[in-house]
């Protein structure tokens, strides 16, 4: 059974920093892409971003040069480096494995962005 | 990374059909197959229910369907459901190599 479980959401003030991890199993880890995408409470989905099987990565506008993602396939498991965290950033955020679309997703974890 | 155009709110009857659109642009939408469709429920994670476009995976009802004309695709539920009712939302690759996502429609099955 494919499963995604993300951890390492919680409270931060702005212009800190939070490391997401999303730990994956049930499946062939090193040979898929990963995403990240966010939905803040009562609003829309935001991809976030994404990393290739061979290590490509892309990032929103809004998150590139805070932002990082990273894979480690030793360890199945896909990571988020967030600094410089603004109140904007607040949302829940989701692991996705890709396939033919985000088939799979994890069932989040919350980043509070305040002082 | 503009965000591709949904209609915020739909609605219809069980049994009827209806239509939402996602417009994007040349750069989007219009100018690759990587459209998808999301359904999400209240409290949980999306789900795809069209991918690249046209394509149902395994298990999705024939009851959704996807298509594209220029710059728009469109997601079409036939014989709605009250099971139907959640918000959907469209996402497009982009030329930039990012994705972007509609703002998402919120479906109500009267």
């Known amino acids: 059974e494919v499963q995604l479980v993300e951890s390492g959401g919680g409270l931060v003030q702005p212009g800190g920093s939070l490391r997401l991890s ?14 990240w995408v966010r939905q803040a409470s009562g609003k829309g989905l935001e991809w976030v971003s994404g990393i290739g099987a061979a290590g490509d990565t892309s990032y929103a506008d809004s998150v590139k040069g805070r932002f990082t993602i990273s894979r480690e396939n030793a360890k199945n498991s896909v990571y988020l480096q967030m600094n410089s965290l603004r109140v904007g950033d607040t949302a829940m955020y989701y692991c996705a494995r890709a396939t033919s679309g985000w088939d799979y997703w994890g069932q989040g974890t919350l980043i509070t962005v305040s002082s | 990374q503009s965000a591709l155009t949904q209609p915020a709110s739909v609605s219809g009857s069980p049994g009827q059909s209806i239509t939402i659109s996602c417009t ?7 100018g690759y197959n990587y459209v998808f469709w999301y359904q999400q429920h209240p409290g949980k994670a999306p789900k795809v229910i069209i991918y690249e476009v046209s394509n149902r995976p395994s298990g999705i009802s024939t009851r959704f369907s996807g298509s594209k004309s220029g710059n728009t695709a469109s997601l079409t539920i036939s014989g709605l459901q009250a099971e139907d009712e959640a918000d959907y939302y469209c996402t497009s690759y982009t030329s930039s190599s990012t994705w972007v996502f509609g703002g998402g429609t919120k479906l109500t099955v009267l």
Do not use: K, L, P
């Open chain 1, 22 to 35: 999303c730990a994956a199993s049930g499946f062939t880890f090193s040979g898929y892409d990963m995403h």
């Open chain 2, 24 to 30: 994007g642009t040349s750069s989007d939408v219009g």
